[in-house]
Nanobody
């Protein structure tokens, strides 16, 4: 069983910072590609940031320069440091894990956390 547990969400003021954490279990973390998604009310879930097992980074244009994704393989944890937050960042943030297939013929497996609410408001 693979589980992802997010933490660190909450209420912050515009311009503030927040650090999200996602700890996984039931998988060999260092082999997985990890990402953070978010979904605001009435909008599609969108990719915020990703980091591959090899450390390749990708960010949504809307968060470049403000958010930083990182991982600590020893702790089976991926982080999302969010700075200069704006009300537009308000959303449920989801941790995502893609486990590589054991063979070429097999398919990768995707896993999602339950989400953590981030609210940016005065």
């Amino acid at each position: 069983q693979v589980t992802l547990v997010e933490s660190g969400g909450g209420l912050v003021q515009p311009g503030g910072s927040l650090r999200l954490s996602c700890t996984t279990s039931g998988t060999i973390f260092k082999f997985n590609d990890m990402a953070w998604y978010r979904q605001a009310p009435g909008k599609e879930r969108q990719l915020v940031a990703s980091i591959t097992s090899g450390g390749r980074l990708n960010y949504a244009d809307s968060v470049k320069g403000r958010f930083t994704i990182s991982r600590d393989n020893a702790k089976n944890t991926v982080f999302l440091q969010m700075n200069s937050l704006t009300p537009e960042d308000t959303a449920v943030y989801y941790c995502f894990c893609r486990r590589p297939p054991p063979t070429i013929e097999a398919s990768a497996r995707d896993y999602w956390g339950q989400g953590t609410q981030v609210t940016v408001s005065s």
